[in-house]
């Protein structure tokens, strides 16, 4: 039988063979995957949800691969109006954003679009039009290869940041198995803070409008914005953004706000300049080919398709071309958002001095 190839678990379609694939759907199955890794020899696994933030080596990987693909959530009211949410690693986040708002429960609903496996949001606190994971997450279940023990990790232990985790850090260390979310049963969604979707909404910044409304609304802007993932469209192959939102100094926010950059302080009060505006500043527009078979999306160049002929090397290229253009233009460190699987180094670690 042909091995597997990375490119087939990955919404990049690149990426060459794994020498062995291991799919857990059921969670009762757990304990026969961690015996059939120990018995290949290895500490752990490369763990993979849909792979819509990963880039896989053209060479693949040479050990085992563990797809994610369990379903289920489980409800139990826990006070008031507050229910605990118990989702299985696996289970599509949009699914579970679909499920919630039709249960009239809020702090997900900013979520809707976002393609990929719930298990793997805790990894980059997966966030959109100013919600994250973090603002409802209660803990998660997780092995830990390090210890070969299930351990419950209590979200203020998980070290949350902007699109960042202590999982995106340990990396190979933590499978997550379950999320443990703490949702509000409300007609009414939380205040709106994004002007994007204020303006899809056509409601002022703070109105509340119902759980419903708000994941229609995200879905439709998204749409609008090209950040759905069609599997119909020539844009598909992608990762959504590929740089994150970098760090800036107040003087760097002020000079690159007066050249008309938008600049926002994150949850943990750091200054954050828009990475989209720099690479269109470095002159990178939609559509523009950045090396053969890797080009800007058509929506916005912070996003990058692959085309036919592209390969990981090619597309590692291409991420490595616009940090230099934008270190070139601005001063500023782009750090790549994806992680990567068989490649030597972490994308992040190809630019050591920008933070995260
Ligand atoms: C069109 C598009 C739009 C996007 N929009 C957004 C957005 O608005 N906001 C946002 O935050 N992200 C966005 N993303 C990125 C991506 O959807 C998220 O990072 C998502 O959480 C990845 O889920 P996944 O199951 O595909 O993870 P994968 O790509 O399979 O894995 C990503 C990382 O998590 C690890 N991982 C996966 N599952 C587990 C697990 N169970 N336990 C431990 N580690 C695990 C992997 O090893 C890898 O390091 C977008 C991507 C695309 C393609």
Redesign the pocket.
Known sequence: MAPTTLAS???LRLGGPADRVLVLSDPTDWPDIVRAVHEQGERAP?????????IASDAGYPGTVV??NTRGIAAERAADSTVAVTVQ??H??TDLVSWAAAEHLAGIEC?A?????????????????GQ??ADTLDYVT?WDWQTNRLLTLPAHTCRLGY?HSR??VE?GR????SVTLHLTRTSQAAPVTYQHLAAELGVPIGACPTVSEVTAAVLTN?HRR????NPHNP?AR????VFLNPRVTPVQAHRWSAAGCPAHRDTDGQLRASAGWMLEHAGFRPGDTVVAGVRCSAYRSL?LVADHGATAAGFTKALLRLTGRVAASTGITLRP?????GLCKQPSEWCPDSGT
């Open positions: 678990l990955t919404t490369v763990v993979l949800g849909h792979g819509s933030n990963v797809v994610v690693a696996g599509p986040l979520l679009g976002i393609p990929g496996t719930t298990g793997a949001a805790p990894v980059q606190n997966t966030g959109a039009y994250q994971l997780a699109r999982f995106k990396i933590w499978t997550v198995l998204r090209g950040l759905l993932l844009e992608q990762v959504g953004s996003t958002e994806p992680t990567a699987i």
